[in-house]
Protein backbone atom coordinates (compact mmCIF):
# COMPACT_ATOMS: atom_id res chain seq x y z
CA UNK A 1 0.00 0.00 0.00
CA UNK A 2 0.94 3.78 -0.21
CA UNK A 3 3.21 5.30 2.35
CA UNK A 4 3.73 8.44 4.39
CA UNK A 5 6.74 8.84 6.12
CA UNK A 6 6.68 11.75 9.15
CA UNK A 7 9.72 12.98 10.89
CA UNK A 8 10.73 13.61 12.84
CA UNK A 9 8.95 10.93 15.26
CA UNK A 10 9.85 12.29 18.38
CA UNK A 11 11.21 15.78 19.13
CA UNK A 12 12.06 17.77 22.46
CA UNK A 13 12.55 21.76 22.55
CA UNK A 14 12.42 23.93 24.80
CA UNK A 15 9.85 26.68 24.62
CA UNK A 16 10.19 29.92 22.11
CA UNK A 17 12.04 27.86 19.48
CA UNK A 18 10.56 26.58 16.06
CA UNK A 19 9.96 23.07 15.40
CA UNK A 20 9.43 21.75 11.89
CA UNK A 21 7.94 18.35 10.74
CA UNK A 22 7.92 16.52 7.05
CA UNK A 23 5.38 14.40 5.94
CA UNK A 24 6.15 12.65 2.72
CA UNK A 25 4.42 10.68 -0.15
CA UNK A 26 6.71 8.05 -0.98
CA UNK A 27 5.16 6.19 -3.72
CA UNK A 28 2.13 8.67 -4.89
CA UNK A 29 1.42 12.06 -5.13
CA UNK A 30 -0.35 13.78 -2.51
CA UNK A 31 -2.86 16.04 -3.86
CA UNK A 32 -4.26 16.54 -0.35
CA UNK A 33 -2.54 16.08 2.85
CA UNK A 34 -4.32 17.10 6.10
CA UNK A 35 -2.55 17.83 9.30
CA UNK A 36 -3.97 16.33 12.86
CA UNK A 37 -3.26 16.46 16.50
CA UNK A 38 -4.20 14.02 19.38
CA UNK A 39 -3.97 14.22 22.61
CA UNK A 40 -3.73 11.34 24.70
CA UNK A 41 -7.29 9.12 24.47
CA UNK A 42 -9.08 11.79 22.55
CA UNK A 43 -9.73 12.28 18.88
CA UNK A 44 -7.58 13.15 15.68
CA UNK A 45 -8.14 16.83 15.81
CA UNK A 46 -7.99 18.24 12.29
CA UNK A 47 -5.90 21.30 12.61
CA UNK A 48 -5.63 22.33 8.38
CA UNK A 49 -6.26 21.04 4.72
CA UNK A 50 -3.19 21.40 2.22
CA UNK A 51 -3.47 21.46 -1.38
CA UNK A 52 -0.11 21.20 -3.55
CA UNK A 53 0.83 24.97 -4.53
CA UNK A 54 -2.21 26.53 -2.44
CA UNK A 55 -2.54 27.88 0.87
CA UNK A 56 -3.58 25.51 3.42
CA UNK A 57 -7.26 25.58 4.93
CA UNK A 58 -7.05 25.55 8.86
CA UNK A 59 -10.03 24.54 10.80
CA UNK A 60 -11.58 27.05 13.53
CA UNK A 61 -9.53 27.79 16.39
CA UNK A 62 -6.10 26.83 14.62
CA UNK A 63 -3.79 29.54 14.23
CA UNK A 64 -2.08 30.26 10.84
CA UNK A 65 0.77 31.96 12.28
CA UNK A 66 1.26 29.28 14.53
CA UNK A 67 1.04 26.61 12.66
CA UNK A 68 2.10 27.27 9.25
CA UNK A 69 1.79 24.82 6.73
CA UNK A 70 3.66 24.35 3.34
CA UNK A 71 2.60 21.69 0.51
CA UNK A 72 5.35 23.05 -2.21
CA UNK A 73 5.36 19.70 -4.07
CA UNK A 74 3.04 16.80 -4.64
CA UNK A 75 4.94 14.63 -2.12
CA UNK A 76 6.08 16.71 0.40
CA UNK A 77 4.07 19.19 3.15
CA UNK A 78 5.33 20.63 6.32
CA UNK A 79 3.88 22.16 9.89
CA UNK A 80 6.30 24.31 11.42
CA UNK A 81 5.79 24.89 14.81
CA UNK A 82 6.29 28.46 15.71
CA UNK A 83 7.36 29.68 19.09
CA UNK A 84 6.44 26.46 20.49
CA UNK A 85 4.93 26.16 24.13
CA UNK A 86 4.39 23.45 26.79
CA UNK A 87 0.97 23.58 25.79
CA UNK A 88 1.84 22.73 22.05
CA UNK A 89 3.03 19.29 23.41
CA UNK A 90 1.05 16.80 21.22
CA UNK A 91 1.09 14.53 18.93
CA UNK A 92 1.15 15.68 15.59
CA UNK A 93 0.31 13.11 12.30
CA UNK A 94 -0.02 13.88 8.90
CA UNK A 95 -2.14 12.11 5.82
CA UNK A 96 -2.44 12.07 2.82
CA UNK A 97 -4.73 11.36 -0.18
CA UNK A 98 -3.87 10.51 -3.60
CA UNK A 99 -5.77 11.98 -6.61
CA UNK A 100 -8.07 8.53 -7.13
CA UNK A 101 -8.50 7.69 -3.81
CA UNK A 102 -11.15 7.30 -1.00
CA UNK A 103 -8.88 6.62 1.97
CA UNK A 104 -6.08 8.40 3.73
CA UNK A 105 -2.78 7.17 4.61
CA UNK A 106 -1.07 8.31 7.93
CA UNK A 107 2.58 8.91 8.86
CA UNK A 108 3.59 7.52 12.02
CA UNK A 109 3.07 10.44 13.95
CA UNK A 110 5.02 13.38 15.52
CA UNK A 111 5.63 13.27 19.47
CA UNK A 112 6.22 16.55 20.43
CA UNK A 113 7.10 17.78 24.04
CA UNK A 114 7.91 21.40 24.50
CA UNK A 115 10.08 21.83 27.80
CA UNK B 1 -23.04 20.90 17.16
CA UNK B 2 -21.63 17.74 15.00
CA UNK B 3 -20.85 14.74 17.15
CA UNK B 4 -19.78 11.62 16.89
CA UNK B 5 -19.58 9.00 19.62
CA UNK B 6 -17.53 5.88 20.87
CA UNK B 7 -17.23 3.34 23.47
CA UNK B 8 -15.10 4.84 25.51
CA UNK B 9 -14.34 2.06 27.86
CA UNK B 10 -12.15 -0.41 26.69
CA UNK B 11 -13.61 -3.92 25.24
CA UNK B 12 -11.92 -6.81 26.56
CA UNK B 13 -12.84 -10.16 24.83
CA UNK B 14 -11.62 -14.08 24.39
CA UNK B 15 -9.38 -14.67 22.01
CA UNK B 16 -12.28 -16.73 19.31
CA UNK B 17 -15.00 -14.49 20.07
CA UNK B 18 -16.47 -11.71 17.58
CA UNK B 19 -16.09 -7.88 19.06
CA UNK B 20 -18.78 -5.31 18.11
CA UNK B 21 -17.64 -1.84 18.19
CA UNK B 22 -20.37 1.70 17.95
CA UNK B 23 -20.03 4.50 16.39
CA UNK B 24 -22.82 6.89 17.06
CA UNK B 25 -23.21 10.79 15.61
CA UNK B 26 -25.89 12.97 15.88
CA UNK B 27 -26.15 16.32 13.85
CA UNK B 28 -24.36 14.94 10.62
CA UNK B 29 -25.64 13.51 7.80
CA UNK B 30 -22.12 12.12 6.44
CA UNK B 31 -21.92 10.09 2.62
CA UNK B 32 -19.92 7.62 3.79
CA UNK B 33 -17.87 6.41 7.15
CA UNK B 34 -14.54 4.80 7.59
CA UNK B 35 -13.02 2.74 9.91
CA UNK B 36 -9.10 2.75 11.00
CA UNK B 37 -6.78 0.97 13.11
CA UNK B 38 -4.56 2.70 15.38
CA UNK B 39 -1.55 1.24 17.58
CA UNK B 40 0.15 2.80 20.13
CA UNK B 41 1.99 5.93 18.87
CA UNK B 42 1.72 4.71 15.37
CA UNK B 43 -0.64 6.73 12.83
CA UNK B 44 -4.09 5.22 12.45
CA UNK B 45 -4.16 2.40 9.44
CA UNK B 46 -7.40 2.46 6.93
CA UNK B 47 -10.00 -0.83 7.15
CA UNK B 48 -12.76 0.15 5.58
CA UNK B 49 -15.20 2.67 4.01
CA UNK B 50 -18.87 1.90 3.84
CA UNK B 51 -21.05 4.66 1.82
CA UNK B 52 -24.37 5.92 2.74
CA UNK B 53 -26.33 3.78 0.06
CA UNK B 54 -24.62 0.61 1.45
CA UNK B 55 -25.86 -1.65 4.44
CA UNK B 56 -22.82 -3.85 5.15
CA UNK B 57 -19.49 -4.07 3.82
CA UNK B 58 -16.96 -6.93 4.41
CA UNK B 59 -13.33 -7.71 4.13
CA UNK B 60 -12.02 -10.99 5.41
CA UNK B 61 -12.78 -11.17 9.28
CA UNK B 62 -14.01 -7.39 9.28
CA UNK B 63 -17.71 -6.36 8.35
CA UNK B 64 -19.14 -2.75 9.12
CA UNK B 65 -22.74 -1.54 9.42
CA UNK B 66 -24.53 1.28 8.40
CA UNK B 67 -27.63 2.64 9.48
CA UNK B 68 -28.36 6.02 8.63
CA UNK B 69 -31.70 5.99 10.51
CA UNK B 70 -30.23 5.11 13.70
CA UNK B 71 -27.24 6.99 12.79
CA UNK B 72 -24.95 4.50 13.53
CA UNK B 73 -22.17 2.08 12.57
CA UNK B 74 -21.00 -1.12 14.09
CA UNK B 75 -17.68 -2.56 13.20
CA UNK B 76 -17.34 -6.68 13.81
CA UNK B 77 -14.25 -8.70 14.03
CA UNK B 78 -14.73 -12.12 13.67
CA UNK B 79 -12.49 -14.79 15.24
CA UNK B 80 -10.86 -11.86 17.15
CA UNK B 81 -7.09 -12.81 17.78
CA UNK B 82 -4.36 -11.36 20.18
CA UNK B 83 -3.09 -9.22 17.49
CA UNK B 84 -6.35 -7.38 16.64
CA UNK B 85 -5.46 -5.74 20.25
CA UNK B 86 -5.71 -1.95 19.36
CA UNK B 87 -8.10 1.31 19.36
CA UNK B 88 -10.47 1.55 16.45
CA UNK B 89 -11.23 4.98 14.81
CA UNK B 90 -14.83 5.51 12.92
CA UNK B 91 -14.38 8.70 10.87
CA UNK B 92 -17.40 10.73 9.25
CA UNK B 93 -17.20 12.40 5.55
CA UNK B 94 -19.52 14.24 3.71
CA UNK B 95 -19.25 15.60 -0.32
CA UNK B 96 -16.43 13.45 -2.74
CA UNK B 97 -15.13 10.75 -0.89
CA UNK B 98 -11.65 11.95 -2.64
CA UNK B 99 -11.98 15.46 -1.62
CA UNK B 100 -13.74 15.86 1.70
CA UNK B 101 -12.28 16.30 4.66
CA UNK B 102 -13.31 13.76 7.68
CA UNK B 103 -13.83 14.01 11.06
CA UNK B 104 -12.75 11.52 13.75
CA UNK B 105 -14.45 9.51 17.09
CA UNK B 106 -12.34 9.42 19.91
CA UNK B 107 -11.44 5.81 19.26
CA UNK B 108 -12.43 2.12 20.93
CA UNK B 109 -9.98 0.49 23.02
CA UNK B 110 -9.94 -3.44 22.22
CA UNK B 111 -7.76 -5.74 24.23
CA UNK B 112 -8.49 -9.35 22.94
CA UNK B 113 -7.61 -11.47 25.71
CA UNK B 114 -5.61 -15.17 24.46
Known amino acids: GAVVSQHPSRVICKSGTSVKIECRSL??????MFWYRQFPKQSLMLMAT?????????EQGVEKDKFLINHASLTLSTLTVTSAHPEDSSFYIC???????????FGSGTQLSVL | SQKIEQNSEALNIQEGKTATLTCNYT??????LQWYRQDPGRGPVFLLL?????KEKRKERLKVTFDTTLKQSLFHITASQPADSATYLC?????????????FGQGTTLQVKP
Open chain 1, 95 to 105: SARGRSGEKLF
Open chain 1, 27 to 32: DFQATT
Open chain 1, 50 to 58: SNEGSKATY
Open chain 2, 27 to 32: NYSPAY
Open chain 2, 50 to 54: IRENE
Open chain 2, 91 to 103: ALGHGSSNTGKLI
